[in-house]
Structure formats: C-alpha cells, structure tokens
C-alpha cells in the first residue's frame, strides 16, 4: 500500500452526481471483520485480502463507525497544527492500520454490471473485490465508486479494505477537528444497468425578469459518451426525450429559495432504471457587488456545519441530521457552510426541501503549514495538483443538481497557490451556474465573492463603505475587481462557551450595507465526545499535541440542546422585526424575497389580554405601522407560522417584539432595625432571615472566567485576556472589612472596604438595613470605587450563600434563558420560571452562566427554604440574578462539567451591572459598550424569607 504519494487515489471511476435511482442497490453496512496493526511495516501481509483467507483473531466492527470509537485506540483532537511531523508526503511510522473484510452475497440485479460505493473513508485506503485490488481512496469525506462488473459473485464476495490512519492525504486534511480514521460511512453495491442513465447534470435556472424556467440537461453514460432517456416533469407538463444533452423553456415556475422550497418532481426515464430529480428553479448572481438571488438581494443568516455525533463522530445517522436542519430552520438560520468538507449525501436532498442555502466546501484543509511560514504548502506544489483537483471534481459532481448549492468552496485555511486557481478554473469552466467562493483569496483574483473570517466589526464596516464611494484614481485593477464583489463573513461570532457577543453589531452592519451578504457562525455544533457520561475532549485521550477544549465551540451542544447564542442568534436572524412602540406596532419585513402573508401576529398583554393583529401584505425591506393593539404595562406582539411547515408546527414563534412600562416598586414601610443577633459579629454579614439561614451578602466583581475570558481579543492583542487581567488584579479573591456598623434612625448601616491581596484600590459598600417583618428586611446599597482600578470588572454584585441545594427559580424580568448585555436578545419580559437544571448552562469546561437579567422581583427556591429578592425605588430599576450550585471558585477550578461536586449550598449573585462576554476565543472581545470599568452603583432590596 503506497500512502506516501502527492497524487489522488487510483482506479475509481470518473465522479458523477448522487442520482437517486430505481436501480437496484445493496448496503454493505454492518457487521465487518476488522484487526489494527500499529503500523504499515507490521500490517500483516498474510493473503488477508483474498477469499480463500480465513480470518481468525479478527474482531467485529460496525461499519460505518471511526474504530477510535469502537474500542481501538483513541481519538486526537488538534486545531491548527499537525499531530504528525511536518514531512510531506509521508505519514508517521506510528500510523495505525486498519483491515476490515467482509464476506457477502450479491443480489442477482447487481451481478450485470454495478459499483462498489464508498462515501467516506479515513484517511486512506487500498480497496480489494475476491482479492482483486480495484484501486485506493484519497479524500476522506469524498465519494469513491469503483467498477465491479464481472467481479462480483453470487455467493462468498470478499471485500477487503486497508485503512491508513495517516498518508499523505493527512497533509490535505488538517481541519480544526479530531481525527477520527475508519470507514465512516455507507458503503453500497449499486446496479449501473446497460440502458440505464449513469450521470445527470441538470442546471434548473429562473429568470427573475419573466418569472420563467430554463432547465439544461446533460446525459453522460459510463463511458463519457452522450446519454439518453424520457424526461417528465409533470407539474410543467413536460415529457420530452433526452440525447445528451438539451435546453428547454418551461414557462412560468415558482422558483426555489430557502423561504419557498419550490422542488419539482421530474423522471428520467430508460427501459432500465429510472431516476427521479427533485428540480428547484433559481439563480444566483452578482451585480455591482450585491450578492442577487432570484433578482433579490440576498443576505446569509448562516452558520459553519461540522458534522458530530457525541458516540459517533463523523458518522452522523441522517434521522439526527435532519432533525439539526429542522432546528437551524426553528432559529431562523437560511444557510449552512459545510466546513471544511461535503456533508454526508443525504444531507443535500434535506437542504433542497426543507429551504437552506449550502455553500458546499471541498474536503480541504492544509492550515498545519502555516506553522513552518507555508513552506511546502501543497496548495502551491505541482506535484500536488491532480489531488487538488480530483477533490474538487469529487466535491462538485456529488452534489451538483441541489438547488441549495449556491457556492462551491475550495475548502479552508489553505494558503495560497496554483493549486486553488487550478480548483476555481475547473470548477468555473464546467458549473457556471454557481459562485466560486474560497476564504484566502484577499485579492479576489480567482473567486466570486470577497470573503473573510472574523473580520472586526470596523473591518466589515470599511467593507460595506467601500462600495458607496467612488474607487480612487489609482485602483488597480485587481481592486476594481474587488470592489465588485459582495462581502461574506465565511466564519464570525465564535460560539465557543458563554457566547457570542456582537452579534447585534454585526446583524446592524450586515442590514445597513449592501454589499454585505451576510455571513455563517462559527459554528453550529460542539464537538464533545462522550464516554462514560462525561463529555471529553483534546487532551483527554492522552494525546502529546492537543488544542484542549477548542473543539467545544457551537451554537448546541454534541447532544444538540441549544445553547444561549442560538436564541439571541434566532433573535438577529429573524425574517420579521417587530416593535412596539408606545403609539403604534412597527412591523419590518426582513425575508429576502417573500411578504409576510405566512405569518400570523397574535399579541397579548401581562394583565390576560390577548388578540391577533392585522399586518398588511409587505413586501421584502419594508415596514408597516399598525396601531397599537392594547395599553397596559407590558405588550407583546408575536410573529407566528400562519401554517405547519416541514420544520415547525403552525404558532411557531418566528420574532417577537415588546413594549414594557413597568413602574418601580414603591419602598416598603420600616418598623426599626434589624436586631444585630441575625448578623455575624466580625463581619456583619447577614446569617438569619426570618427562619432561613444565609450568609451574605458581600460585595463581588469577578465571575468565573468564561472560554472568551480565557483569550486575548483581536481588538487587543496585546493585552493579556481578561481571566488573567482579573487575577493579576485579584478580583477573583477579593477581602471584605467591617469599616464600622451603628444604629441611626431604625437604620443599622453598616460600612464595608472590599479589596484585594497586596492592592490600595477598593470598594467601598454602605448598606442600610431596616427591618420590614420578622421575615423581610429592607437593604439600601451603596457601592463606590475607591483609589486607581487597573482592571474592568466582571461584575458588580452582591453575593450571599444560602444553605440547600437550589431547586429553582421563580422571576419576572427577562427570560426564559440566560442573558448578558451583549448576549440579550430573545430573551423577552415576563413571569418565567426555571427548575434546578435550568439555573446553569452545562458548558463543557465550567463557567459563568445562568444569569437572569432584567430582574424586578425573584423568588429563589432550595431544598432548606426560599428567599424572596424585589427591587425597589433607590437604585438601579432591575438587576441579574445568578442562582448556581457551584461556588465561582469551583466552577474556574474544574475542567469538566462532569467534575463538578456540589457541596450542597445555592450560590446567589444579584448584579447591579455586568460584562458583556465578547468572542475573544476568536475575533473581537468585549465591546467597549459592553465593558464595566470601575463605577458606583446603588440599588434597593426587599429580601423576604420563608423557611422550607
Ligand atoms: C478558523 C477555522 O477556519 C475554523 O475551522 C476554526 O478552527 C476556527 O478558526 C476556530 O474555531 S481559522 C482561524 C485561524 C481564524
């Protein structure tokens, strides 16, 4: 077995598109024999590939599955650099080899002509039929038939296939994910009958300017030469015969886009085999630098796509995927960008019905290279090309009769080279109908969008201006050429951990400018694996070279529970704004090409009110004002489904917008002050209320250091994150001293100093305490910084402890979710509630999370009792309430959620103000309209116990 060659696999046939045909087919999934041997040198040469070898000492293994996953050996995880030696072609000694065999028989419909089908090996692989070897495989999420006519048998078939871990298809392969080798997904017979229809190029094209469709047909049978068949497409009343090729006008259709998911059903039809397309109608286009679908301008509300499975890795059952599409579709996402390699095939026919766009990547990835200044990045090595452009040419056929396939990209993170531009030509010259994206090409000299990732929100700013100013005397002419291109942000927003901040800013930029058409998160799944109920990753299987927890970072978990992000991302992508202001309801149409007749409002009011709302036809970019339907304090008008969809259920809330005129509590009525019995001596810390013990509160700045508070900001590279800013400060062990405690007026006021170890700097608290019941007291906070902060804040709150475990939280602020400044939206006013399990986000590697903001009265609920927190007048109108079974300083100390011990207490934040959270895990960190310099803050409580 060569692995150490800069060339694509040999022997498979030409790639042709995934036709879904009535011609016999036959999995070969299942049950495999299988044995690893630690490297080629002692991969057996025991005649394991022939039928006559009997295969003692194998074990069994699923196909398709990684072997990692099944018990043999363990999987790696590494972002940007190689696990192996930067060596190109040659991949390491230590390169685990796995054999599979499989004994089958072969129904009789496949024994007159048939391929054997692979969709995804990794990452190599020499491929044998009755010990005939038919060729190898080089492209790991790319599919590989190879010829088996006059090979296959009856009865006793032995498939024998050799997998190399590592070869040199590694080097072409080094996306920000684990490797996982194996077979890892379908394997299939399937029949090529000798009249039947081999290879269909359908290019179904929509004129925006008649509103009428052009279909091109292109037949190709096995040989390369000209096709024939009957085509019908009968909603078009279409039958026509087919030689080679053809270009028909059908008249007006109802083109496809992701808001209708128009598909025609059409039959291509032989003595043989039929095969049936599913046809959607539309164009994709640039003009002057504005991205144009169907005639309209078209924006990305998108996100990056892996493909996991908490058990099973890249072999993700379709049943899953469709139900991750139908989620994306439930938060308002219209694009997918398949990073960094075809999906699984099923994937597409998904995309195409349910109405997402695709921007499909190739299986490419060379960013290892960029630790050695990209010296022998293959991208540039002629050697490398044919590799570079069967990937390609695999990528395309595939899939090249999807609607939802709007762009080809190259793949990711590939430098620069010949190689690329070899890629764009071939990919040009045979699909015209598609744009050509790919991410490095900063000069786009050979794509046909400008794209770039995590681009700050001043850069994509620039961008969008660009366009609206005349180009300057001395453009050349490769920046003229630019300037005519739209603008996508192929990767932003890293989700990773308690995050992303910015989206609002970006979705603000993205609507202001046309040129900019959008752009994808990075990215929509965790990449957790999970063994024995906890949730791993890098590092965690022993590997030497690892990027940790850097493969956690998505809009859901590997589970795929929705993260906070995905709400206030559901919020930004919404195709409908709505606002309610104190005269009227303004309603914004944000689709691209369709009015709002498939939605129906519906508002209500907190007092019980409730209605619809007549919102006239708009069309796409505008807005309508309708009257107010209601008055009272809080108003809320709903965007819903009018009707059930493939992906939601009618009622299904799509936006939602909301008035609220809340007046203050008023304070309570005192009797005296509290008697100092229910304090502590030394510190004045409140231990009894009523019949409920805690301790607190004390002031507090710190939080525990999310994932984007572990890294340094784009915005500011040279600063050190802000984790490590907080404990060179020492906000995250802060000192509280009594300065003094006395009775005035039925008041106990009591004065604090809170400052760090070996620091002059402080805080200074007052807080007035004045007895309301036996069971609820008054507290008047006053908080003021003191001496020269070097350092913003996480927070600046109130902390106390109450014995019990949490059980649950009862609030009337924003809700249902979690909310941080710049992490708000979705989150709406009202009365929620959330049951312990609710109180925290289960980020893989604790953190911060769980806060409650806009909080004017909560009721906080353990297993010991329950304390009752109302905002009154004097301070701040609302509050965030953090309610969390894990002390900070456990959650900052332990790396897996799995880890965290409870010790039994609940742990209570009230905020006065807080941090916004950034994605300084990559891009910008917190924006300055979210940071939380040092400052004074006042707010008044009502507290009010009652023992359980
Ligand atoms: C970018 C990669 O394209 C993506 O695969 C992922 O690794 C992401 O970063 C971080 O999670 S590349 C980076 C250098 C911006």
Redesign the pocket.
Known sequence: MDIARKGPGVGALVPRARLNSSGARQSLNGAWQFRVSRGLAVAPDDGWERDDYRATGWTTIPVPAHWVLEGHGAPAYT??RFPLPIDPPNPPDENPIGDYRLVFDAGPALLNGAVLRFDGIESAAEVFLNGHRLGTTRGSRLTHEFDVKGRLRPTGNTLAVRVAQFSDASYLED??MWWLPGIFRDVELVAVPDMGIYDVFAVADYDPETGSGTLELTLTDPHGRPGRARLSIPDLGITQEIDGSATLTTGRVEPWSAETPRLYDATLSTPDEEVRLRLGFRRVEVRDSVLLLNGQPLRFRGV?RHEHDPSHGRAVPLEKARAELELMKRHNINAVRT??YPPHPGLLDLTDELGLYVILECDL?T?GFVQVDWRDNPSDDPEWESAYLDRMQRTVHRDKNHASVLFWSLG??SGHGANLEAMAAWTAAFDPSRLIHY?HDWDCTYVDVYSR??ATHAEVRAIGEEVLTPASFDATPAQLHRRSLPFIQC?YA?A?GNGPGGLQEYQELFDRYPRLAGGFV??WIEHGLTVDGRVLYGGDFGEETHDGN?VI?GLVSADREPRPGLVALAHWYAPVRIEVTDASVRVHNRYDLIDLSGLRFVWRTDEGGSGTLDVPAVLPGQTVEVPLPATGPVLTVEATLANATTWADAGHVVARGQRADVRPTARPATTAAPVRSAFDPVSMRLQALGGLRLDGPIPSLWRAPTDNDRYPGRDEPDLPPYAERWAEAGIDRLRTRLVSATDENGTLRTRLRTAPPGRDFALDAEFRWCQVRPDALLLDVTMTPRGLWPVEWARLGLDLVLPGRPTGLDWFGLGPGPAYPDLAAGAYLGRHHADANDLFTPYVRPQESGARRGVRQASISTSAGRLGVRVVEGGVPEIAVTVSPWSRKTLAATTHHADLVADGNTYVSLDLAQSGLGTA??GVGVLPRYRLPARPGRVSLLLESSAG
Do not use: A, L
């Open positions: 972002n940007v996306q920000d990056n990073s960094h990835e960013h990711n993170e991410e990732m995590y990767e890293h990773m990075w990215e850097f970072d895990t990559c």
